[in-house]
């Protein structure tokens, strides 16, 4: 039987990922208390219907019971009860705009800023992300590709999409990337900070790209960093890994890690895989 957890940020597309789910044929079972984990799994493991494909919405809407969430999948280890982990995510100011478009407040901080509850929420899932055997970034996904994402990872005949890439970009200054396989230091390229009209922008924009491209070894970087991805992934797939987090870093986390990582994560697309990009420090700095 196929066991399914979705979880992930709120507002990130969990209940349009349960009905994408429920369209492949799948039984779902939204805001499921994580401490019914293993009794629900174990019922429809046992079930004498034909129940053979099985997504729970675990998150936390379920407060003080969300702590339960470890506890639930130790237990559905110890009984030998398979499951697999999709983890929704998006970027902190697309959380905040579908907030606002919505006219709802963060469930962790509903009386509070919106940004406030975000960051609460992201530190009390890093655990579940990183056991995460999927995860999909929906900032700039519709609904439709959502459902295609889904449909690729979940429908059968997509073995080469089971490897997820996550490109991550942060800044030293902000301390390490914890939990990459594979980190990388940009520092070598010369800093946009330092221009003028640069600093008080992003990697996202158009200037800094053209900025940090325009260097020999970053061109020469990034083209011998996806060779060797491309060489390396098949055998993380064969090792049977579901997962692979690529650190970029430079000083602050906000010109030259940002922009190599989108081209890292677009590179990898256009070469077939599956891959997400996040930027985990440049709106710090």
Same mark, same amino acid.
């Given at each position: 039987m196929e066991f399914v957890i979705i979880t992930g940020m709120s507002g990130a597309g969990k209940s349009q990922a349960m009905k994408a789910m429920e369209d492949i044929g799948y039984y779902c079972m939204d805001n499921l208390p994580p401490a019914l984990l293993p009794?629900?799994?174990?019922?429809c493991y046992q079930s004498k219907r034909t129940i053979d494909k099985v997504a729970v919405v675990v998150d936390i809407r379920g407060g003080i019971?969300? !702590? !339960?969430?470890f506890k639930g999948l130790e237990d559905l280890n110890k009984k030998g009860l398979k499951y697999r982990i999709l983890f929704l995510d998006a970027e902190d100011n697309v959380l905040i705009k579908r907030y606002k478009e919505l006219r709802r407040p963060h469930p962790l901080n509903p009386n509070g800023r919106i940004i406030e509850g975000i960051i609460e929420e992201r530190e009390l899932l890093k655990e579940v992300k990183r056991r995460a055997n999927y995860i999909i970034d929906t900032s700039k996904l519709t609904i439709g590709m959502l459902k295609e994402e889904i449909a690729k990872i979940f429908v059968e005949g997509e073995e080469l999409r089971k490897l997820t890439i996550s490109v991550v970009s942060f800044g030293f200054k902000h301390g390490i990337l914890l939990d990459a396989d594979l980190v990388f230091d940009v520092r070598f390229i010369p800093?946009?900070?330092y221009v003028k009209e640069l600093k008080d922008l992003t990697g996202e924009d158009e200037s800094v790209k053209e900025y940090v491209f325009a260097w020999e070894q970053t061109k020469t970087f990034t083209k011998k960093l996806i060779d060797m991805l491309e060489f390396l992934i098949?055998?993380?797939i064969k090792e049977g890994k579901t997962q692979l987090i690529i650190g970029i870093g430079?000083?602050?986390g906000r010109h030259r890690s940002v922009a190599i990582a989108n081209n890292i994560e677009s590179k990898l697309k256009g070469n077939g895989h599956r891959a997400i990009v996040n930027h985990r420090d440049y709106r710090l700095t």
């Open positions: 009794k629900f799994a174990e019922l019971f969300f !702590d !339960d969430l800093n946009p900070y098949p055998y993380y430079c000083t602050g």
